[in-house]
């Protein structure tokens, strides 16, 4: 039986998402005249940075995908898919093509995006990502962990892991760590071993040329992710909401244990950094698959006059209040690009607020380093206490 406990934290939940909603749409409209900033952010140059972006075929991905090419980045889409993901790449030429014809070259432009092959519910593909990445032995400068699913309908990954756990959080961690070890080895043996360096004021929007960012995709949702701490893989009850909710709490404290073993090295610190983000409720098939399942589920018995009701009511009320992918991306670019001291190792929300303390549960570094533990023994990995 659920517990009031239970009952109270996800209603609570609901209810924040739909006035986040309302002030999130409000924040969107009046900047979207704000040509200063606009002009601010395509300023930016990324030439010779490597990006990476999970599941940069779809949604807020891909936007963001977009936007990193657009700027001279060089973005690997890492795609579960490799019809997608490369369909998704020639996207982007195209679109900067059609925008700009000077860039054209023989029908191409010279933007610089390709697609790699990575499944996050497959342990074996993360690890042949890693393999194969590392081996090129080309610099890093951004990992954005943005794929994810939402309430789908199997619930276990092959390897027994709750299926929302193994993709949105656990694959990402294995993908990050997998990734960044080969980095601090690469740039070491580039350069001898790095010295440690006075922290000083970054400049914005830019990324480190001798580190690497990670942007981990979190959720306001993840204040009903507590809720699951004593269960992390659902064994006794499952809710795809609340279990959902919980990766994306395993986000926030991903972004918050990398930034402080980060810090702990003199040599990483300020240089390596990780952010979570929550891009706001944004109109993608991830949101619009769970509103009208969740709908389904939570009104099916009720009969087909009330989930059309609902279904009209979501159109009418709901969909004109959630995000474009693309004003979510500028949140993730902000996430990404901003200065250290600013985000390093905090949690970002629409349009480009830190917030230092989102919940509670998350000012807990307990809770990160335990989160961390059970990471490594999950994967059989040991990521070392400073990444070293
Ligand atoms: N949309 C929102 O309102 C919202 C709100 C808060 C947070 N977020 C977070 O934002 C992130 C992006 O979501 P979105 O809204 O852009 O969703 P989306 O449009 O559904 O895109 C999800 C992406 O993840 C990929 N993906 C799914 N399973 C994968 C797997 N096993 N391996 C590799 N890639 C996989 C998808 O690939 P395919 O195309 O092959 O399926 C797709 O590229 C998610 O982490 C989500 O939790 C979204």
Known sequence: ?????????????????????LGDAAADYFQSGNSDDRRAWERVRLDGKVCIVTGGN??????TSQRLAGMGA????ACRSKERGEAAAQAIRTAAGTRDPSARNDGKTTLNVEAMELDLSSSSSVRAFVQTFNQRNIPMHLLICNAGIMSPPARLASE????????????????????????????ESACGKPKATPSGQSSFFCLEEQGTRVVTLSSCTHTAGALQWSDKQSESFYSPFVSYAFT?????????ELTR????????TGKYTAVAVHPGVVDTFLA??????QGKAWLGATGALILNMYSAFKKAAFDPLMRSPSNAASTLLFAALAPAELVAGQYVKPPRTVVANPFKSVADTGRSKELWEYSERL???????TLL
């Open 74 to 77: 060089h973005v690997i889409l």
């Open 288 to 293: 619009h698959n769970f509103l009208d399942s």
């Open 261 to 268: 073993r980060f810090d702990s090295n003199p040599i990483l």
């Open 379 to 385: 994967t059989g990995i040991c990521a070392g206490d």
């Open 58 to 63: 779809a949604g807020i991905g891909f936007a």
């Open 248 to 256: 994306k709490l395993a986000a926030i404290l991903m972004a918050k």
């Open 1 to 21: 039986m659920l517990s009031m406990e239970y009952i109270l934290t996800v209603s609570c939940t609901v209810l924040q998402n739909a006035f986040a909603m």
């Open 160 to 187: 027994g892991l709750e299926l929302q756990f193994k993709v949105n959080y656990l694959s990402h961690w294995e993908l990050a760590v997998g990734l960044l070890d080969h980095q601090r080895r690469l740039r």
